[in-house]
């Protein structure tokens, strides 16, 4: 299969990698880029094809186009698209845009599927959320899937309204991630640990137990009931953060950040 990306930042950049690394061949990818730098470190990298101006790149013979430019940019972007599309699936990985915006803006063209990646993809880790316009046949579902499986896992959602929910569940997922491991790290350095040692037992801890609970039958609510004894030292831990809240206010957070997806997919996607 051939891709052009369009957009070569680190998401591209992360996607082709991928690509490359489960065996695609170097001369079948291609990015445009207008930063030098990037475009650079994309074919120093990678030995891909790389160019500054869409109209140069080899959008005719390819398979999959995919938009990966920053939203606010992907309506100009669209213009410079739209002539060259005939049978390309269209692939955006733009947050918040959605399809029948991206649409009306190349054209109403149609075969487009959206997607919400995260940004352990950058490691391969990541996990997607795809939906697909009505007009993508099988073959072009299965071109999407395969691009994103490169660089993680993927989910198809039934509406695309649910892509708000990937975004505010993985997309930002992995701020709250890191909020959490910023608490246990502060924790451990004030119960005197060096620096190195309370990033180390932060880490270890927080993709141990995740390793656990994806092998594991059981669902999260059963292994922290068998990590906590009754009057111990998990169980005093576990009830400061009930007595704050603070499983009630993540669900608000994710919720809050649906909340905002919806909110910027509306302002985005306006012309005016």
């Known amino acids: 299969m051939n891709i052009v990306f369009v957009g070569g930042g680190n998401m591209g950049r992360a996607l082709a990698g991928g690509l490359l690394a489960q065996g695609a061949a170097p001369g079948s ?22 160019t500054e101006r869409i109209e140069a790149s080899p959008l ?20 410079l698209l739209a002539p060259a599309l005939s049978a390309q699936l269209v692939i955006s990985i733009a947050a918040g845009i959605r ?6 803006w190349l054209g109403n063209y149609t075969r487009i599927v959206r997607a919400m990646p995260n ?18 046949d099988d073959d072009g579902r299965k071109l999407a899937e395969s691009v994103l499986a490169a660089v993680g896992q993927v989910v198809w959602c039934e509406r695309e309204q649910q892509l708000d929910g990937i975004t505010a569940v993985s997309g930002s997922g992995p701020a709250y991630v890191f909020h959490f491991l910023e608490s246990m790290i502060a924790a451990a350095l004030e119960l005197g640990f060096s620096p190195q040692q309370a990033r180390q037992l932060a880490y270890a801890t927080a993709s141990g137990a995740v390793a656990l609970a994806e092998q594991s039958d059981e669902p999260p609510s ?6 906590t004894s009754k009057g111990g030292t998990t169980a005093a831990a576990l009830a400061v953060l009930e007595q704050h809240g603070v499983k009630a206010a993540y669900i608000a957070a994710i919720k809050a950040a649906d909340a905002r997806a919806v909110e910027l997919g509306d302002m985005l996607g306006r012309d005016g």
Do not use: C, W, Y
């Open 60 to 79: 005719a013979r390819a398979d999959a186009v995919v938009i990966a430019v920053k939203p606010q940019h992907l309506r100009d972007t669209a213009s």
């Open 119 to 136: 940004t352990p993809a950058l490691v391969r880790r990541g996990i997607s959320g795809l939906f697909a316009d009505e007009s993508v």
């Open 99 to 104: 399809i029948a915006d991206l649409s009306r």
């Open 222 to 227: 059963a292994l922290r009931a068998q990590v």
């Open 29 to 50: 990818l291609s990015v445009v880029e207008i930063d030098a730098n990037a475009r650079k470190r994309m074919h120093d990298e990678f030995g891909i094809a790389v």
